[in-house]
């Protein structure tokens, strides 16, 4: 394990507790050119979108890539900026325990310092159970740490909210008991996508012995109402990729109808597209 990536373990650990009470903001990217323009809009560190990079590679969401091709994926990204990167491994790519790890060790070797580990076992349910995620999650644990990376950043996304799982009485109560558990396993923070409701996160940011990571976009409140109740990790999923991708699909559209090029209009420079990219970097 090279000093580099200890040390960005370090830095992506540090800004989970930052002195300033900032949350820590992470614009989604799925390929090297996304990650390094987000870097340079000033990301203090990047996350990958499972959904973002599967739709590049011509996939879907959900387990539509191999471990490899995800790893792969990863290795460019890190190897396209110098801030601390955390991968998007959905499932674990795998339901046992070994699959995790297996997939923890891939990552790391990509260059990753972080990883999100989520506890459906597919798209809109079931959960796994807690001691059966619980186990899951320590085996992400173990594989870092044999990997000679101690301080991987493990973000246990929990789909409660995001699934409706259960009454929505009972969500609350649901995602406080895994979370315990999930602590306990080893997880470092606690990811809640599907609720941006600012009482029920500043409750659970309250109750929960984790650092709480809410997932953001149009409709839902400004990051600095989230800050304002404790909230230290912000992400957006697919969003920006989503973004891309209708930008995209507008300009064609209207390319091949009007044979104009209005929504072409606020596109990135071509020079600085391709120097963020052709910046050499050390490959870890």
Do not use: C
């Not at 989970?16 to 949350?23: C, E, I, M, N, V």
């Not at 310092?113 to 186990?135: H, I, K, R, T, W």
């Not at 999930?182 to 941006?196: E, I, Q, R, W």
């Amino acid at each position: 394990m090279e000093t580099a990536q200890r040390e960005l373990a370090d830095a992506l650990r540090a800004l989970h507790t930052p002195a300033d009470g900032r949350a820590l903001v992470l614009p989604n990217a799925w390929d090297a050119a996304s990650a390094a323009l987000i870097a340079q809009a000033g990301a203090r560190a990047i996350a990958t979108t499972s959904g973002g990079v599967a739709w590049s590679a011509g996939r879907s969401d959900g387990h539509g890539l191999t471990r490899e091709e995800m790893a792969e994926a990863v290795r460019r990204i890190a190897g396209a900026v110098d801030v601390p990167v955390s991968a998007d491994i959905e499932g674990g790519y795998g339901p046992g325990a070994e699959d995790v790890a297996a997939t923890v060790r891939a990552v790391i070797a990509a260059g990753a310092v972080g990883v999100n580990l989520e506890d459906s076992l597919a798209p809109g349910g079931p959960l796994y159970d807690v001691p059966a995620q619980s186990v899951r999650l320590s085996a992400a644990r173990s594989a870092a740490e044999e990997a000679g990376l101690p301080g991987l950043w493990i973000n246990a996304r929990t789909d409660v909210f995001l699934f409706g799982i259960g009454a929505p009485e009972d969500r609350v109560e649901n995602v406080l008991s895994r979370v315990a558990a999930y602590a306990d396993a080893g997880a470092d923070s606690l990811f809640v996508p599907g609720l941006v409701d600012v009482d029920t996160v500043a409750e659970l940011v309250r109750r929960s012995p984790l650092p709480v990571n809410v997932m953001t976009g149009p409709g839902a409140p400004p990051v600095k109402a989230f800050e304002a109740v404790g909230v230290r990790r912000v992400s957006v999923g697919t969003a920006l990729a989503q973004t891309a991708y209708g930008t995209v699909q507008r300009a064609a559209a209207e390319l091949l109808g009007a044979g104009t090029y209005d929504a072409m209009a606020g596109a990135a420079d071509f020079g600085t597209v391709n120097s963020a990219v052709t910046v050499k970097r050390p490959t870890r």
